[in-house]
């Protein structure tokens, strides 16, 4: 079973970068799907972006985020990463990172990490 666990998090003006990172635990990180997912206040989670081992390393973007953020995941440290430029004030919200095992749906979160874009 993968456990994951955020850091990166913070504060940031609008314009600004963030870089979060997904350190995970488990055999098994290679084959499973990592995806960034956010949740910002008073509204529903949200898909952000997503990296797939076994179709190649295909990533996945939300509309919202595509060409400002960039997924990439390191197999041999088990680390997924969320580069964040051009943030707005919009992107503010909890960001989890998740794990899915082959062809299955996400069934791995981690705790959480704050990310507040000022204007």
């Known amino acids: 079973q993968v456990q994951l666990v955020e850091s990166g998090g913070g504060v940031v003006q609008a314009g600004g970068s963030l870089r979060l990172s997904c350190a995970a635990s488990?055999?098994?990180?290679?084959?499973?799907?990592m995806g960034w997912f956010r949740q910002p206040p008073g509204k529903e989670r949200e898909f952000v972006a997503s990296a797939i081992s076994w179709s190649g390393g295909s990533t996945f973007y939300a509309a919202s985020v595509k060409g400002r953020f960039t997924i990439s995941r390191d197999n041999a440290k088990q680390m997924t990463y969320l580069q964040m430029n051009g943030l707005k004030p919009e992107d503010t919200a909890v960001y989890y990172c998740?794990?899915?095992?082959?062809?299955?749906?996400?069934?791995?979160w981690g705790q959480g990490t704050q990310v507040t874009v000022s204007s």
């Open positions: 998740a794990a899915a095992p082959p062809y299955s749906d996400y069934n791995v």
């Open positions: 488990g055999r098994t990180f290679s084959s499973y799907a």
